[in-house]
């Protein structure tokens, strides 16, 4: 065919045609019809039989997306990854086909065609099929912007779980609006008017770098100081991962570069293209002797001493095999509480450098979590911002709770986040938007970030702020009217007084001289409301402190972000509690002020016991749906949004957990009810060291129908030195006493003699009569009905393997808090 061409009829021809030799296909389309899918079901299966990586995008916006077609695309194969991306009421229309062959050759087909029989054959529509060599940088570009768009936070993965929470939405929907499908497309033309005049609307393109004059020479800070000590030990210790936490305002970006130098060749893997480019900048004033190079959808140079990259090009497995496993000595994850997230994982699984270092800010990923298995349980250095502001590294804070008079509780809640129609309606009222701008006016300073939970929302309140003749921007993906870097520089400047966005600034841009923050959305996620308020914290010449003006109403969770203003012997109990009401005990440089109705609220939250179980049992369902499947106990601990030990603490274990929330099935309910006193055993028994768990572990091994099988100390020895030792972290934590480092050679008959000594013999003591030790034999009393064996094996292994993680986990981060105690 011709480079580029027009398709006005049977675009399925083209399409055909390509995917019979294609190794990837990538699809976005606004909605996907079943008809749709079942025409494209056999090429799309015959790909991924050959090995094809095959993608589908679509989205949920007015409801069009059919469940069954969901439900078809599942049927296909389960190789195949499907994601919706959720609008939240704003359009989303995008039809884009792009087909690769494995010698870089490939087609974009992108114009009106969505994934339905008649968009696809007989239907009046018009698109252009480029072939890669003709417009190369734009293929590459489209490539890139359908990955960002593929695992941007909107989207969530289709599987049974979110295809039936979709299923319900789509037919309560349309039981709302009887005509929809009739007029949809007329609803679809009305969209596309609010484009803007230009026709068109182009991602944001300009990049925001650091202004520097000269590359002069530069050395660590304090806190940079301290994490390459950490470091430095970790090198020694043997350790080839580590994960460093430090707040946002700290320089980690600038940490990562000291630490590279010692390296050859540098992987910086990123998600936002801000990042990339700050970063390189920042390694090149340290190491200005080295090449550095971008690679992404625009640029390729991977050949440079330093490659920044951007994630979702090295996700696309023509790009990672282009690089050798053993490449780079060195890789830098930023960001890396989102490590877990399929597009980084399968570089790291790919990749194989000499050290992997991961950065963050996020401090509530400081239990490891989702993070903690990547970096073999070696964190080696942490600060939250509430100790980066006590030493005088990030400046202090002035919070104002404001009461918001919204009763949340008639606002529907969709699993993780507000209905948006239901919560547009009070948000955008004049009365709302007088109180904002009255608690603003009462508490500002200079320059405001204003963070709304919709871009409707950000324009009503930069239009209201307007009318009252303040500077005011709405800044979005879809601002035409300025870029991102113009409105900073504005803001800056103090030509723009307040900028209102949505999650612009959440993570990768700085602007230190912000010093107010505006809060006016409820407070769905700790993770984006710690990097928010991170924004606000940089130091800046003349800037004394950061004002935090914050909305509070009876929203889910509003309690709970208290604690991220306490010192570290708060936070401990979560709050100091002064004249019956709960308020954070903060710095001594900072202040914590709210109104009365604010603290009666906060108070009242507190007290109620049953919003913890909602909350447990909300983060158990988000993750279920996430996973598509009842999560097991150590996915909920790993991925999961609220410290796993309070399922325990609340339900006594986690089947019981379970068995509370209705997620048993009728077999599984008699077997919990027989064997309960056994779970909550297993979970409640102590561990100072990880023994019990290791003699548990081996008899699981045996399979279900022989771990209760009795076992002698001498049998169990070989599994358990091999364990311990097998895993430097192990050894040094559980392994490395005066007297265990003596058995770090096997001796069958000592080890054997500690375990008698220890996990069996108090095991045995401490369980009420359940795990007995006599004669040599550790064994356990009591009695399985058969057909509760295998339900209960599951159960047991499932706590046996969460509770060795927890462990080390926590086992692990102690020993990094006690040397960072020894060295102050």
């Not at 209102?500 to 600034?505: E, K, M």
């Not at 108070?603 to 988000?622: G, M, S, V």
């Not at 369980?767 to 009393?781: A, C, P, R, W, Y």
């Amino acid at each position: 065919m011709t480079k580029i061409k027009l398709i006005t009829e049977h675009v399925i021809d083209e399409l055909m045609i390509e995917m019979e030799t294609a190794s990837s296909i990538y699809i976005m389309t606004s909605f996907v019809m079943e008809s749709g899918v079942l025409l494209l079901e056999h090429p799309l299966k015959q790909a991924l039989k050959r090995g094809a990586e095959v993608k589908l995008l679509a989205g949920d916006y007015l409801y069009v997306t059919q469940p069954e077609g969901l439900r078809a695309c599942l049927a296909i194969d389960e190789r195949m990854e499907v994601r919706l991306w959720r609008s939240q009421g704003v359009s989303f229309h995008p039809k884009a086909y792009l087909i690769q062959r494995r010698n870089g050759e490939g087609i974009l087909i992108v114009g009106s065609s969505n994934l339905s029989r008649s968009a696809l054959t007989y239907g009046v529509e018009w698109n252009l099929a480029m072939r890669a060599g003709a417009e190369p940088i734009t293929y590459q570009l489209a490539l890139d912007q359908f990955m960002k768009a593929f695992y941007h936070p909107h989207t969530i993965p289709v599987n049974l779980e979110t295809v039936q929470q979709y299923e319900k939405e789509y037919e309560d929907y349309h039981q709302s609006h009887p005509y929809l499908i009739r007029t949809w497309t007329e609803q679809e033309a009305k969209d596309l008017m609010y484009i803007g005049k230009s026709g068109e609307v182009s991602e944001e393109r300009e990049r925001i770098q650091e202004v520097t004059t000269a590359y002069l020479p530069i050395s660590p800070r304090p806190a940079q100081r301290y994490a390459l000590e950490e470091l430095e030990k970790t090198l020694e210790e043997g350790y080839n991962k580590a994960m460093v936490v430090m707040a946002t305002g700290l320089g980690k970006t600038y940490l990562a570069g000291f630490f590279g130098q010692r390296f050859n060749r540098i992987l910086f893997v990123a998600h936002r293209e801000e990042i990339l480019l700050q970063a390189q900048t920042s390694f090149h004033r340290i190491m200005p002797e080295r090449s550095f190079g971008i690679y992404n959808g625009n640029q390729k140079a991977g050949d440079s001493d330093c490659v920044f990259a951007s994630i979702y090009t090295l996700a696309m497995k023509q790009h990672r095999e282009k690089f050798s496993p053993q490449a780079f000595d060195l890789i830098i994850v930023d960001e890396f509480h989102h490590a877990a997230a399929p597009t980084y994982q399968r570089i790291l699984d790919y990749f194989q450098p000499a050290f992997l270092l991961g950065i963050t800010a996020t401090p509530d990923r400081l239990d490891g979590k989702d993070v903690y298995a990547l970096c073999d349980g070696n964190i080696a250095y942490q600060i939250h911002f509430i100790e980066a502001i006590q030493k005088g590294w990030l400046a202090p804070f002035h919070y104002y709770g404001v009461y918001d008079e919204t009763d949340y509780s008639q606002i529907t809640w969709l699993g993780t986040r507000y209905a948006e129609e239901e919560l547009l309606a009070v948000q955008l009222k004049q009365e709302m938007a007088e109180k904002i701008y009255t608690a603003w006016e009462k508490y500002k300073q200079t320059r405001t970030l204003g963070f709304c939970s919709s871009i409707q929302q950000a324009n009503f309140l930069a239009e209201y702020f307007r009318r009252m003749g303040i500077n005011a921007l709405s800044l979005h993906s879809r601002t035409l009217e300025m870029s991102r870097a113009k409105a900073i520089q504005y803001l800056n400047e103090e030509k723009l007084a307040v900028i209102f966005t949505v999650d612009l600034f959440n993570e990768g841009v700085d602007i230190p001289s912000v010093d107010t923050l505006l809060f006016v959305r409820p407070t769905e996620s700790l993770t984006v409301f710690t990097q928010q308020v991170g924004r606000g914290l940089r130091l800046h010449e003349g800037k004394e402190f950061c004002t935090i003006i914050d909305l509070i109403g009876n929203y889910r969770n509003a309690d709970l972000k208290l604690s991220l203003f306490a010192t570290e012997d708060d936070r401990s109990h979560k709050y100091s509690t002064s004249r019956g009401h709960i308020e954070p005990k903060v710095p001594d440089n900072c202040t914590w002020e709210a109104d009365l109705r604010v603290i009666n609220l906060l108070t009242e939250l507190a007290r109620k016991k049953q919003p913890r179980k909602e909350n447990l049992r909300d983060a158990y369902f988000q993750l279920k749906q996430e996973l598509g499947r009842r999560p097991i106990y150590l996915e909920l601990h790993l991925q999961g949004d609220i410290n796993s030990r309070e399922y325990r603490q609340e339900f006594k274990s986690y089947v019981g957990f379970l068995y509370w929330a209705g997620e048993l099935d009728d077999r599984e309910i008699e077997a919990f009810k027989r064997v309960e006193p056994w779970l909550r055993e297993t979970e409640s028994t102590g561990m100072a060291k990880s023994y019990k768990m290791i003699v548990l572990l081996y008899m699981l091994e045996k399979g279900h129908d022989h771990w209760m099988d009795p076992v002698t100390p001498e049998e169990v020895a070989p599994f358990f030195h091999s364990y311990l030792t097998e895993k430097e972290y192990r050894k040094k934590i559980d392994f490395s006493d005066a007297s265990s480092r003596k058995l770090w050679d096997y001796d069958e008959s000592k080890i054997a003699r500690l375990i008698a000594d220890m996990p069996m013999t108090k095991w045995s003591g401490s369980s009420k009569g359940l795990v007995t030790f006599e004669d040599g034999q550790f064994k356990f009393n009591f009695d399985l009905v058969p057909e509760d064996r295998e339900i209960v094996y599951q159960w047991t292994k499932e706590i046996c393997m969460y509770r060795l993680h927890e462990h080390f986990e926590r086992k692990g981060n102690n020993q990094t808090q006690k040397r960072k105690m020894v060295e102050l």
